[in-house]
T-cell receptor, first 114, second 111 residues
Framework: ETGVTQTPRHLVMGMTNKKSLKCEQH?????MYWYKQSAKKPLELMFV???????ENNSVPSRFSPECPNSSHLFLHLHTLQPEDSALYLC?????????????FGPGTRLTVT | LAKTTQPISMDSYEGQEVNITCSHN???????ITWYQQFPSQGPRFIIQ???TKVTNEVASLFIPADRKSSTLSLPRVSLSDTAVYYC????????????FGTGTRLLVSP
């Protein structure tokens, strides 16, 4: 596999469920990002990890919990979400946080909260 | 990050050259100009980056005038598959800044 992969590609969950989104990058990068893209809205940065350490939390509600066990894997744990959390969740990576301007994105997970 | 302004949408036909201009009047000395492309329901894709004059790769060309207050992304001989949203971003090449994608330019290529 090449590039950045995300699983699942589609997810439907109820407001009381707990689920996790997974991202894996095969580029040897050290920085990873989570973004949210709601319908007809610009991408919003959620979290940034650099060498497995979280360096940015863009005021994201605690019902979203990121995890970065190593530089190649990034998770987003979801619990007690709201319908307005329905969106496309995108993972990205870059060589390092300092090379933030050249990010490689995965295909995204389309999340629907019912 | 310097604020950028680009057209909301553009229309073109297959085989034509498309030029998308971005204004960034407050660009700083250390700022680079970066363009991304996004297809529906996919993540953005890095296209090209430049600092001044002209940069060309296999996908596009980027023209930056001497004052660097604007830049133009040029797509030669577009095809239907070039229909996408194109984002212009400006930021320093040192340290870290959040990428601010804005609403971009929605390019529609017709047969």
């Amino acid at each position: 596999e090449t590039g950045v992969t995300q699983t699942p590609r589609h997810l439907v969950m109820g407001m009381t469920n707990k689920k996790s989104l997974k991202c894996e990058q095969h580029l040897g990068h050290n920085a990873m990002y989570w973004y949210k893209q709601s319908a007809k809205k610009p991408l919003e940065l959620m979290f940034v990890y650099n060498f497995k350490e979280q360096t940015e939390n863009n005021s994201v509600p605690s019902r979203f919990s990121p995890e970065c066990p190593n530089s190649s894997h990034l998770f987003l744990h979801l619990h007690t979400l709201q319908p307005e959390d329905s969106a496309l969740y995108l993972c990205a990576s870059s060589q390092a946080q300092e090379r933030y301007y050249e990010q490689y994105f995965g295909p995204g997970t389309r999340l629907t909260v019912t | 990050l310097a604020k950028t302004t680009q057209p909301i949408s553009m229309d073109s036909y297959e085989g034509q050259e498309v030029n998308i201009t971005c204004s960034h009047n407050n660009i700083a000395t250390n700022d680079y100009i970066t363009w991304y492309q996004q297809f529906p329901s996919q993540g953005p894709r890095f296209i090209i980056q430049g600092y001044k004059t002209k940069v060309t790769n296999e996908v596009a060309s980027l023209f930056i005038p001497a004052d660097r207050k604007s830049s133009t992304l040029s797509l030669p001989r577009v095809s239907l598959s070039d229909t996408a949203v194109y984002y212009c971003l400006v930021g320093s090449n040192t340290g870290f800044q959040k990428l601010v994608f804005g609403t971009g330019t929605r390019l529609l290529v017709s047969p």
